[in-house]
């Protein structure tokens, strides 16, 4: 693959970040991608923490469960009282809001990046279902199909390094060809030419389009269509002004699009999601295998 020259490109947004957090060892290595982002920027930071109100005990639902809206009461002044120190020293000197929420985590966090307008959601991606979802937890599942914003995550926020030490010089942009490509690659150009990073895109053609079962498609149709898509990538990179080569490849999107991140080992990979629509389309039926094996973090538009 070959590096894109960016000639003009906007750079996005992020003005204010949204981080939800629950008071973990998890929470406060995420939290190094807020400060760097946020300290590039001079971002706002939103601290959101959401408290699952307490529920009644199963078989208890006809009964009027005495002190359960004093025992909701009491875990919203306890949570705040943690929330005003968390993170206090390593986020001192960045503009901090510290926001505490009652109800479901997932729509606690899409409400306030809508009522925040906020331009980036940052959590880290895990569960604790079966197989801890395998590795893209409910909460996570849930804000990505709704947040009104780009959600930038992953397990790698889990172990991040210290802000000072975190670079964005390489910037991958997986790019599918639905309604969502021309966000995506605007998203990634710009963010690559905020921090002077190297830009690459990678589109990856699904195997289904050239063979069905053991049947394999005449070996020209192949042909066209990677010529096909290189075209309409050309045109688009045309309107964003984002001059450079494009890496096409063929096979499982997932596994092709981590396979060029194995190659490259980017900082950020950049990926599409189908907020509205649900995760539609050739890439973003993928986005949740993608998180999967991807090596760095992920920002889905």
């Known amino acids: 693959m070959s590096d894109l020259l960016i000639e003009t490109a906007a750079p996005p947004r992020l003005a204010r970040i949204l981080l939800p957090v629950e008071f973990s060892g998890r929470s406060e290595r995420a939290a190094a991608y807020a400060q760097a982002l946020a300290q590039h920027y001079h971002s706002e930071i939103v601290l959101l923490h959401a ?66 307008q906020c331009d980036l959601i940052l959590m880290p991606t895990h569960g604790y279902g079966s197989l801890r979802r395998i590795l893209v937890g409910s909460i996570t599942a849930g804000v990505l199909r709704h947040a009104p914003c780009p959600v930038l995550t992953g397990p790698h926020l889990e172990h991040a390094t210290p802000p000072q030490t975190i670079r964005f010089e390489k910037i991958l942009c997986a790019l599918d060809l639905g309604g969502e490509g021309e966000a995506v690659l605007r998203w990634a150009a710009g963010f690559a ?46 309107r964003l002004h984002v001059a450079g080569n494009v890496d096409i490849e063929i096979g499982d999107v997932p596994e092709a699009v981590a396979a060029a991140a194995g190659e490259w080992n980017p900082d950020l990979l950049v990926i599409g999601r189908g907020a509205r629509q649900g995760m539609l389309g050739r890439l973003r039926a993928k986005a949740y295998a993608i998180l999967r094996q991807s090596t760095c973090p992920v920002v889905a538009v």
């Open 51 to 116: 408290v699952t109100p307490p529920t009644i005990p199963y078989g208890t639902e006809g009964m009027v469960y005495a002190g359960m809206d004093q025992l909701a009461d009491q875990q919203m002044t306890e949570r705040s009282a943690m929330l005003r120190s968390f993170l206090a020293a390593e986020l001192k000197g960045i503009p901090v809001r510290r926001l505490v929420a009652q109800g479901d985590t997932a729509l606690a966090i899409v409400r306030c990046a809508a009522e925040e």
């Open 193 to 238: 030419h905020e921090f002077g990073a190297a830009l690459r895109i990678v589109h990856v053609i699904p195997e289904s389009t050239w063979r069905a079962g053991g049947l394999y498609f005449d070996p020209d149709w192949q042909i066209h269509v990677a010529k096909e898509a290189r075209a309409t990538i050309a045109a688009l990179q045309d």
